[in-house]
């Protein structure tokens, strides 16, 4: 039997995968699930040039500290997997209220949704327990486009 927590953390990660999806459409860039999702990868950027693994991730309890970072726990398998890739994956955090009804409402002609996003890169410098992620670190639609442009410019390949 699943826990209230555990109903609503399979939630959170419905609606936050859906806003990821939804950026990355605002962007025209394509995305992919890796089945099964073994290696700590939820979804695939494809750009032009190659393709980003992306680790999705939300909470509703940790907040950031005074000197602007946070601290999330990682497991050692998906550290191993993703130190393996060519191309540093990213850890996209969505930061929700407990209260799924405070997540999105109305505003004007659309929805508001009363969430914040920030990402980290998972390279060489992650290791467990846990990824430094950095509140100046705001994830947006443009975040996708930065790192689009990132690639283009040949980042991420081993010396």
Known sequence: MRSAAGELTAWMEVYTRSLFIAAAGTRQIPTAEPRPDVQGIDLMLSYPQASLGIQLKSTY????????????????????????????????????????????????????????????????????????????????????SQWGREIKGGMGGRP
Request: proline share 6%; with cysteine; charged share 20%.
């Open 61 to 144: 309890s940790l907040v950031f500290n005074r000197s602007g970072t946070l601290q999330f726990p990682v497991e050692a398998k998906w550290v191993r997997n993703w130190h393996a890739r060519d191309i540093p994956p990213r850890l996209v955090l969505y930061i929700v209220d407990a209260d799924p009804m405070r997540w999105c409402g109305v505003r004007g002609l659309g929805e508001m949704h009363r969430v914040h996003a920030y990402w980290a890169t998972l390279d060489q410098q992650v290791s467990v327990p846990s990824v430094t992620i950095r509140r100046t670190n705001r994830f947006t639609a443009a975040t996708l």
